[in-house]
T-cell receptor, first 112, second 113 residues
Framework: KAGVTQTPRYLIKTRGQQVTLSCSPI?????VSWYQQTPGQGLQFLFE???????NKGNFPGRFSGRQFSNSRSEMNVSTLELGDSALYLC???????????FGNGTRLTVT | QQQVKQSPQSLIVQKGGISIINCAYE??????FPWYQQFPGKGPALLIA?????SEKKEGRFTISFNKSAKQFSLHIMDSQPGDSATYFC????????????FGPGTRLSVLP
């Protein structure tokens, strides 16, 4: 089975711009979660989507949003980028229940 | 409390030795505890996971020990190898909140040849 695929791998954006990140989950996984990873804050939960509905949301401002499509693919959008948004953004998919997250290799976002 | 505490922050072990990483939590609603390994430039990869009704789980050289009453769990890596040098994260799932995981801050393991 193919793993979780995230595109693009690297992005450089300017403050004030917006960005969209894409994630294709493992086939059959209906839950897709997004995490932000930084050296200072570690891995922080952004949100989870399940069957096209946002099921959970972390403690991030409304500039961070996402969606999930009927094929379980997901996108994450960050508007009005700030320097502090520079991070590795990780997508993870999983089955329901007591199932672990399976992570992609992330999108490295740099805001200048 | 939604935090998961993890120690040590960094660990140096000789090849063939045992690496031990500890985690603790407060929230009794956490119901599933995976461990992840992350290499530079890669996403975290699942190592092993445990539910709180099990006290120990072993997969190859990796063992999770779980103490429900103390709200602590640990990862033991037996016969540590230089290829195990990576950052390790413990995690806990918030029960009844879907796939919502809280991660520890990570332990950077270096295994010397």
């Amino acid at each position: 089975k193919a793993g979780v695929t995230q595109t693009p791998r690297y992005l450089i954006k300017t403050r004030g711009q917006q960005v969209t990140l894409s994630c294709s989950p493992i086939s059959g996984h209906r839950s897709v979660s997004w995490y932000q990873q930084t050296p200072g804050q570690g891995l922080q939960f952004l949100f989870e989507y399940f069957s096209e509905t946002q099921r959970n949301k972390g403690n991030f401002p409304g500039r961070f949003s996402g969606r999930q499509f009927s094929n379980s693919r997901s996108e994450m959008n960050v508007s009005t980028l700030e320097l502090g948004d520079s991070a590795l953004y990780l997508c993870a998919s999983s089955l329901a229940g007591f199932s672990p997250l399976h992570f992609g290799n992330g999108t490295r976002l740099t805001v200048t | 409390q939604q935090q998961v505490k993890q120690s040590p922050q960094s660990l140096i072990v000789q090849k063939g030795g045992i690496s031990i990483i500890n985690c603790a939590y407060e929230n009794t609603a956490f119901d599933y505890f995976p461990w992840y390994q992350q290499f530079p430039g890669k996403g975290p990869a699942l190592l092993i996971a445990i539910r709180p009704d099990v006290s120990e789980k072993k997969e190859g050289r990796f063992t999770i020990s779980f103490n429900k009453s103390a709200k602590q769990f640990s990862l033991h890596i037996m016969d540590s190898q230089p290829g195990d040098s990576a950052t390790y994260f413990c995690a806990a799932r918030r029960g009844n909140y879907g796939q919502n995981f809280v991660f520890g801050p990570g332990t950077r393991l270096s295994v010397l040849p």
